[in-house]
């Protein structure tokens, strides 16, 4: 059970543009070489966070991305969900209703009681998530963090 | 994030382990056709079982598996983590530490906040499962399943 690399990536690329001043954005490239990761590869997954509604692109020779809400409206489980989907970790293929054991249809009309332990437990993990949102992230940095942000995140030189 | 789908296998042979007579043992040749699983993946399997010290393995020509404790005291996080490990699914490559925004060693003896958040979470799914036994599970069963169990597992022709 893995999430991809980029989790990592979208979390803390979402974490820098949280930091930046209002209306400021950060290009792909930029923030690549703020953590110096692929930069194409980065671009997509920032994509996939304005699809998710997270961050918004604008476009233009100083065009890049920023928060598309407020910090505190953006949780962490939106951002994972962004580049892994929202699909349950475990995946019930009804095996009770195949083999010698085969239970008939009208006994399979419940979820499998494990399936419902399962999503269960995925569920208090989403719910996790869910309740820490990027302002809760930035309030536990140092005090000194966003202004470091700004002033190391490398100028605008377009996307 | 994935599973391996051998998760539903081992979920559902201990629970069919548990309803067994005290005592008595299924060979990994009979929880297979009694789910139509492939016998030698699915023996692997509940190796792993046995090396996670939930099910024991007995030799000889009627030998098997049982429960190597009290189904009250095998919980759906030791079946789970027997066959997918420990870890937690998010891993922090300290993207923190490199870049032009990488942050000095000594700023990085704390776990990154945001990989205590996303480790905080998979506590939350683990506390889940581990809070499930098989007894538990079994008490939700319909009160008529254990005998039908006992009745459609395919006389031990040894493993």
Do not use: N
């Given at each position: 059970?893995?999430?991809?690399?980029?989790?990592?990536?979208?979390?803390?690329?979402?974490?820098?543009?949280?930091?930046?001043d209002?209306?400021?954005t950060?290009?792909?490239?930029?923030?690549a070489e703020?953590?110096?990761?692929?930069?194409?590869y980065?671009?997509k997954?920032?994509q996939?966070?304005?699809?998710?509604?997270?961050?918004?692109?604008?476009?233009?020779?100083?065009?890049?991305?920023?928060?598309?809400?407020?910090?505190?409206?953006?949780?962490?489980l939106?951002?994972?969900?962004?580049?892994?989907g929202g699909a349950?970790?475990?995946?019930?293929?009804?095996?009770?209703?195949q083999?010698?054991?085969?239970?008939p249809?009208?006994?399979?009309?419940?979820?499998?009681?494990?399936?419902?332990?399962m999503?269960?437990a995925?569920?208090?993990?989403?719910?996790?998530?869910?309740?820490?949102?990027?302002?809760?992230?930035?309030?536990?940095?140092?005090?000194t963090?966003?202004?470091?942000?700004?002033?190391?995140?490398?100028?605008?030189t377009g996307?």
């Amino acid at each position: 059970m893995k999430l991809p690399a980029s989790t990592e990536w979208v979390l803390h690329c979402a974490t820098t543009l949280a930091q930046l001043d209002p209306g400021a954005t950060a290009s792909a490239k930029q923030l690549a070489e703020y953590y110096d990761l692929p930069g194409p590869y980065l671009a997509k997954q920032l994509q996939a966070l304005v699809r998710a509604g997270v961050l918004a692109a604008t476009t233009g020779p100083r065009g890049g991305f920023r928060l598309a809400r407020p910090a505190s409206e953006i949780t962490l489980l939106q951002l994972v969900e962004a580049v892994d989907g929202g699909a349950s970790p475990y995946e019930c293929r009804e095996i009770r209703q195949q083999g010698r054991g085969a239970l008939p249809p009208e006994d399979c009309r419940d979820t499998c009681i494990l399936a419902r332990k399962m999503d269960e437990a995925h569920e208090a993990w989403r719910q996790h998530l869910a309740s820490t949102t990027l302002a809760g992230i930035i309030a536990e940095l140092p005090p000194t963090a966003p202004a470091r942000t700004r002033s190391r995140i490398a100028p605008s030189t377009g996307r």
